[in-house]
């Protein structure tokens, strides 16, 4: 088979005490990464950090240099504690500056809804030098994206419309496709035809996870790769090694 | 308020290719994030990386400097994706050796369960030279601790029993006290008065986490610390901050 060249790739940034201390189970970085996966981005990273600058100007460096996309999610509302957007100026030595277009649109919005503006709501107009501005068509206040670095709401909703709004630009490699071999053979009396299966097929990742439904161990074979006929022929094999043990597989697309 | 020393303070590693392909939700960091905090070690970081041995090595050893305490869940089975016990051997730089009392536990185990012991199985006796054993009441085969990395599985309920056999072995800080004031009120009319209190009242983080319920929008304000009386001091000006604001604040403890 042939070698793609190596797809574009991305990391995911959570910021926030509330993921870390347990309070709030982050839902935003595998819904990112399922997205993402669609448009062939793979995932290479997923950081949970606190609301500290330092912390967050390290991290955003450090995975910015790494993959092609970066995303963040967190910490860009009207509060004491949302220190992002500051931190990611700081991150690329840049100013925080009012942006006058997210200005406007914040201050038509809360005349809309008959809130005051006042000064927390315009810091939320406080966009790094040079980010474009990546609309919000849930709450108004816009996330931005500056160089490769693309910074979403925490809130799932919110950060969910920012992705519909940023994601047609976004430049994608091949998608991945994937499929799922399910069965109840424990990972131990299969493990040796599975290794002899990734080594034979280094063009796709063959991954095993184990689970255990009413008390009965099975696994399920997850093949991923970008060519969809080889994906579907090692499914083919990786069934064929499991009705061979006894077993009745079951294949489902989409893993 | 005395400033209590730093608390130890802790970091958790995901292992696996399934998070961040967004196939399987991580639920076990924040599982660990929530009985860390409860026994005074506040995790610092949480990273999720794929089954890459050099990525596993960098990861471990740039946590394992910087926190107390590190925990690690994925990739500890017999597959030949499971990779996770010789990464951290070689971040060590120690051999990866059979280990004689997790090798007779998993021997008795699958005599008693009828299944054969093989070399795949008995892969998940190799354990790093000089780490001590985590007992795996569920399926037998050990995690391990080697300084202060402790090795988890990625199985939910395998990583929870894990814990319970290594928890008595940890020794936190001063519990995190927490409370939780939830109003319908909008971030951006409280947000100055919110952080008024942050800044008279530094001995507390006071956190702040919006929410929309029927189209109706409020936010839960967080307060934590480990000196118990001064987070009820502060949970009632939040309260009395939000009530001159108009509203009804509801004070739950607990976060």
């Known amino acids: ?31 990112l990464a399922a997205r993402l996966a669609e448009i062939g981005i ?11 600058e330092a912390v967050i100007v390290e991290a955003v460096n450090a995975l910015r240099a790494q993959a092609r996309y970066v995303f ?17 100026a700081a991150a690329f030595g840049v100013r925080l500056l009012r942006h006058p277009e997210a200005e406007r649109r914040l201050r038509a919005h ?11 709501r315009l810091r939320m107009a406080e966009i790094p030098e040079g980010a474009t501005l990546i609309d919000n068509p849930v709450s108004v206040a816009p996330g931005f994206r500056l160089d490769n670095v693309h910074v979403l709401a925490g809130v799932p909703s919110i950060m969910r419309a920012m992705w519909d709004s940023l994601r047609p630009g976004l430049i994608g490699g091949p998608p991945v496709r994937s499929l799922s ?19 034979a097929h280094p063009g796709v990742d063959i991954g095993s996870y184990p689970f255990m439904t009413d008390g009965r161990i099975g696994a399920s074979i997850v093949v991923r790769g970008t060519d969809e006929t080889l994906v579907a022929l090692v499914g083919d094999k990786v069934a064929d090694l499991l009705r061979a043990l006894g077993a009745d ?7």
């Open 1 to 31: 088979m042939s070698t793609p060249a190596s797809p574009p790739t991305a990391a995911i940034l959570v910021i926030g005490n509330e993921i870390l201390s347990g309070r709030t189970q982050d839902a935003n970085s595998g819904w």
């Open 42 to 52: 793979p995932v290479r990273e997923i950081r949970v950090i606190p609301d500290n």
């Open 72 to 88: 963040t999610t967190g910490g860009i509302g009207p509060t004491h504690d949302d220190i992002t957007s500051a931190s990611i």
């Open 110 to 120: 809360y005349q809309a809804v008959g809130s005051a503006i006042n000064a927390a």
């Open 181 to 199: 071999v399910t069965a109840f053979v424990r990972e131990g009396d299969m493990a040796a035809g599975l290794g002899a299966l990734q080594n």
């Open 249 to 255: 597989p079951e294949i489902t697309p989409g893993a």
